[in-house]
């Protein structure tokens, strides 16, 4: 037990430093990802509704592939597709050069495509959620349909889509742990690291799922707050 | 037999190579590795059958645990549910698969270490524990939802807990769940291409072997396809058999 507390101190001979800054990836990589696979949800949602047909089309499309493949997969087809896609792009203006692709950078754009075709689905309700007669009655005021979606819509579709965002960042924040296996230092990789160092997988492993744990819970108790907040407008009778 | 077949699935191999060629395909590559590819897709179903499957055997009494246990029982349930659905399932998976070894001479006192030994059982293991806490979080919330008379009802009747559960509770809970359930069952499949890094040779480990061996970024295309036509199927399946199983919830439109 001693031994244990001693592996995972913060001292000299501790892998507590290591796999802090493991854990302070992790966040950063899923905050990074959040408002990038966001906006593509919302992009998504709104071209579901749009007047052309391909784009309509289009994004049906993005949503089915990028919910049915596995994210390892899509992980790999864009950290390696973009990496010779761009050494492709780069070797046609300077012959023989080779572009290397940030790991990290490929991590938050395989997380946002997975996160933007399941996010899509929750704007997407959440969008038809507001009564068509508040955007007629927002157009007959003389509002563009820009500033209809941006003065009515928005502001409305936050407190229903909350629960469901919490959903995917929740799903998202496990995500997280797939870019260990591209090599980028998170959380997982840095208890590797300190499992390949000490021989102790069992002790390191079930640390690293309770840190993954406290993250779940203090990001519910955050959302919760969230939800509460968002519908102080709509008490129901019994409610509090 | 097998005399008889050979030809005809040599005949069968080469037509489907010719029909690739000609959509653009590599031939020479689908030669080398698409029967390989055929495997890891046997493997990833065996995988997912089988977790979902025992998961589920699994998932009821948990759920039941949640609905009627007492105290104890009822947050240990949730307990359970709660580790393995606030957790990566990587990260479940490398400390069952690399935190057995560290209980190597245990698990061989025990006779248990041909199991932990195999990568593939590590990964039915992990996913099985896994897929049971989800799916008894969606049972629990079907079971939650049935009106409480259907279980007075069922008692007044004389039926004991256990056959009304067996009877009235657990073919209607499982209608209600039915949605969810196949969801999870697509979630799974998805998630089992984490066995790959394992080093199991599912469709995903396929994929990046060829990949490694190749350098050619098709392998990857033709395991979205592969992907996407399982995950396809399997929504289309439901649909039907929600269809035909909640017929009697169908609101006439």
Partial sequence: MLEAFQLLSFGPGGWGGVIASGALLTIELALATLPFGFAIGLAVALSKDSSYRTVRWLSVVYTTVFRGLPELLT?????????????????????????????????????????????????????????????????????????????????????????????NWM???????????????DLMRQTSLAVGATKQPFLFYLVACLIYLVFSAASSAVFSRMEERASRGFKRVGGH | MQALLGPVLDALGAGFLQ????????????????????????????????????????????????VEGGKVLSRL????????????????????????????????????????????????LTFTLNTAAYQSEILRGAIQTLPAGQMEAAKSLGLSKLKA???????????????????????????????????VYDLM?????????????????????????????????????????????????
């Avoid at chain 1, 996010?119 to 009655?137: D, H, K, L, N, T």
């Avoid at chain 1, 260990?180 to 230092?185: D, K, N």
């Avoid at chain 2, 994929?207 to 199927?233: G, H, K, N, P, Q």
Wanted: glycine share 10%; net charge positive.
């Fill in chain 2, 19 to 66: 029909i690739m060629g000609l959509i653009g395909l590599n031939t020479d590559l689908m030669q080398r590795y698409g029967l390989r590819f055929l495997g890891g897709v046997w493997v990833t179903i065996e995988l997912v059958v089988l977790s979902v499957g025992i998961g589920m055997l699994l998932a009821w009494p948990l759920a039941i645990a949640r």
């Fill in chain 1, 171 to 185: 799903v998202l924040l496990k995500d997280t742990s797939l870019v260990s296996v591209i090599a980028i230092a």
């Fill in chain 2, 77 to 124: 349930a949730f307990g359970y549910s709660y580790f393995f659905r606030g957790t990566p399932l990587l990260a479940q998976t490398f400390l069952v698969y690399y935190g057995a070894g560290q209980f190597r001479e245990e698990l061989t006192a025990l006779g248990l270490w041909w199991f932990f030994r195999e990568a593939f059982y590590c990964a039915v």
């Fill in chain 2, 165 to 199: 559960y067996w009877t009235v509770i657990m073919p209607q809970a499982a209608g209600i769940g039915l949605r969810p359930l196949g969801n999870e069952l697509i979630l799974m499949i998805k998630s089992s291409a984490i066995a790959s890094v394992i080093t």
């Fill in chain 1, 75 to 167: 992980l790999f087809i864009v950290y390696y597709g973009g990496q010779l896609l761009l050494s492709r792009i780069a070797s046609a203006f300077v012959p023989g050069s080779n572009v290397e692709v940030n790991q990290f950078v490929a991590g938050v754009v395989a997380l946002g495509l997975v996160l933007g075709a399941f996010s899509s689905e929750v704007f997407y309700a959440a969008i038809r959620s507001v009564p068509r007669g508040q955007r007629e009655a927002a157009a007959a005021l003389g509002l563009s349909r820009g500033r209809v979606f941006r003065l009515v819509v928005l502001p409305q579709i936050w407190r229903v889509a909350l629960p469901g965002l919490s959903n």
């Fill in chain 2, 205 to 253: 480990g396929v994929t990046r072997l060829a990949f490694s061996r190749s350098y050619d970024m098709e392998v990857y295309l033709w395991a979205a396809v592969l992907y996407l036509m399982m995950v396809e199927i399997v929504r289309r399946v439901w649909n039907v058999l929600e269809r035909r199983l909640n017929r009697h919830l169908l609101v006439s439109r």
